[in-house]
C-alpha cells in the first residue's frame, strides 16, 4: 500500500460525520474534499438516512434494468453532484474539470443496484495530487472503488469497504496499467453475491470473494464519478502523500473524461428495502420483484450495450435506456447494434455484433483476491464468438441500418415462437 493511505482512510472516516455540511464526493472522498474546498454542498452521503442506524430509511429506487449513457446530453440516469458549471456534455462524452481551487465536479446516478455489473470508459485526469473517481456506494457505507492518480501515468487503484469500517487499512490495490491519463480504457465492476471483480480492458485484476475478513459490500449501491484535489494544501499530509503529492493550481485546469457508462442490475423490483439492521444482502427486500431475480438477463444486456448495440422492448417498440421491471417482459427485448464500437479505437475491448442471439452468456470463475494474472472471459473472446454466431445466425440478426424491417422480422418471429410455445403447452397439460 502507498505511504499515507492509511491515514487518508483515517481521515476520510472521522469526516463522515453527519454533523459536517462542507461535504462532497460521497463518503468516498467526504472528508478530504471538504477539507480541501471549504464548499456549502452537502453530502447525500452523509444526508442520507444510515438504515442500519436508524429505521425507516426510505427504499431505494432500483434500476433493475440496463442503461447505457454516453453522456452527449446531460442524462436522466444521473444528477449533478457538486459544482454543476464545471461539468460538460459533448458529442466526446463528459467532461468533469477542476478549474480553480475548490472545485469538486461530481455526478451520482439516480439509481440503485442490488448485485449487478458496471463498465466504464474514462480517461483520467493529469496533475499532481488529482484524484480521479469512480464508484459505488450504499446508505450503509459499502463502496466499491476505482481511482486513479494525476501524477502517476502507470496504475489505477481498486478499493472497497463494508458499513464504513475503517479498522484496517490495507483494502487498497494497486495495479500496473498503461497510462490512464493518455488514452480511454474499460474498467469493468462485476459484483455478485459470491464475489466481486475488478477488470482493466477487459482483463480481471482483482477478486474479492464473499468470505473476506474485512468484509463485503452486499447492499444496494448507487454510482458516483467525480474529479478533486487529494493534494490541496488543507488535507493531512497523509492525504496529500497518498494522492502523490502537493497539487499546483497554476496547473489547472484538470480533466476527466468519461465517454461511456453501461450498467445493468442483477435484481429486479421497483426499489429496495432494509429489512433489519443486519446490512446483509440476504436482509434485502427486492419490491415486486426479486434479488438475483434478472442475472442471466443482465449478463445479456451488458454484453449487447458493451459491444455499442442498444436494447429495445418488443412490446412497446422503443428503445429503453432501462428494463421493465417485470422480468417477463424484459425477456422480450430485441437487440439491435446502432453503433460498431468494435471499430472505435478508443474501446480496446468493445465488440461488434448486437444481435441477440450471438453474445457470449458464459459466467466468470470464482477466484480468491488476488492480483490477477489471470483473465477470464474478456470482450476480445465475445467478439469473436459473436462474430462467429452471427454469421451462422444471420437470419436472427438485426441491422442497425434497416431497423424497422428487422424489428418488424423479430416480431414476426417471435409470435411464431410465442404460438408454437403456447401449443406444446397446451397439449402437455392434456
Known sequence: MKLGAQYFQLHRESMRSPLLSHVLLGSLVSGLAAAATGSSSVSLATATCNPLKTTGCPADTALAGAISEDFKSASEHFSVYSTPD????????????????FDNPALRSNFYI????VEV???AANGTGIISSFYLQSDDLDEIDLEWFGGDGYEVQTNYFSKGNTATYDRGGYHNM??????????????TAEALTWYVDGKAIRTLTNDSSQGYPQSPMYLMM??????????????????GGSTNYDDAPFSMYIKKVVAVDYSNGSEYRYEDTSGQWTSIEAVDGQVNGRIDLAEEEFDVLVAGGTLYSEDSDSQTGSSSNDG??????VHESSTKAGNSSDNPTATASGSHDSVSTSKRSITSDKAGNQSSTTLETLASSSATASGNSSSQSVSSTNGSES?????????????VSA???????I
Not at 464545471?86 to 478549474?99: H, K, M, R, V
Not at 498503461?178 to 459484483?191: C, E, K, L, Q, V
Not at 424489428?407 to 410465442?418: G, R
Not at 401449443?423 to 397439460?429: D, M
Request: net charge negative; no cysteine; glycine share 8%.
Open 86 to 101: 464545471q461539468i460538460f456534455y459533448s458529442d466526446e462524452g463528459l467532461q468533469l474539470t477542476l478549474a480553480k481551487r
Open 328 to 333: 417477463a417482459t424484459s425477456s422480450h427485448y
Open 121 to 123: 470508459l474514462l480517461k
Open 423 to 429: 401449443i406444446l403447452f397446451g397439449l402437455a397439460l
Open 178 to 191: 498503461d497510462d490512464p491519463r493518455a488514452a480511454f480504457h474499460n474498467y469493468t465492476i462485476d459484483w
Open 226 to 243: 467525480g474529479i478533486w484535489a487529494g493534494g490541496d494544501s488543507t488535507n493531512s499530509q497523509g492525504t496529500i502523500e497518498w494522492a
Open 114 to 117: 442490488m448485485f449487478g455489473k
Open 407 to 419: 424489428n418488424h422480422s423479430f416480431s414476426s418471429l417471435n409470435v411464431f415462437v410465442s404460438l
